[in-house]
């Protein structure tokens, strides 16, 4: 099994950044940050897997930097020029094999960080 905690998550102004961070244990070969945010479902924000290939939703492109220390096992989401619309619950997510199975709700999910930013 693949466990992961996610931390970085805090409230912040418009136009602020934070951090995220999700450490995993165990083996993943695509890691992924999505987010619900009030009244709204779940969503993608970013994916990256070991050979480098990164996706971006729409919304955040230009503003949030996904990477991931393989060596580490570790996942960040730089998250830069904040907006309102960005708060949410963000969640962690990763699979073994792909990125289509976790965008797709499959593989393994933390129990999410906070992110709030106010207007």
């Known amino acids: 099994q693949v466990q992961l905690v996610e931390s970085g998550g805090d409230s912040v102004q418009a136009g602020g950044s934070l951090r995220l961070s999700c450490a995993a244990s165990?083996?993943?070969?695509?890691m992924g940050w999505f987010r619900q945010g009030p009244g709204k479902e779940r969503e993608p924000v970013a994916t990256?897997?070991?050979?480098?290939?990164?996706s971006y939703a729409d919304s955040v492109k230009g503003r949030f930097t996904i990477s991931k220390d393989n060596a580490k096992n570790t996942l960040w989401l730089q998250m830069n020029s904040l907006k309102a619309e960005d708060t949410a619950m963000y969640y962690c997510?990763?699979?073994?094999?792909?990125?289509?199975?976790?965008?797709?709700?499959?593989?393994?999910w933390g129990q999410g960080t906070q992110v709030t930013v106010s207007s």
């Open positions: 997510a990763a699979d073994r094999t792909s990125c289509r199975a976790v965008v797709h709700g499959g593989g393994y």
């Open positions: 165990g083996y993943t070969y695509c």
């Open positions: 990256i897997d070991n050979d480098g290939r990164i």
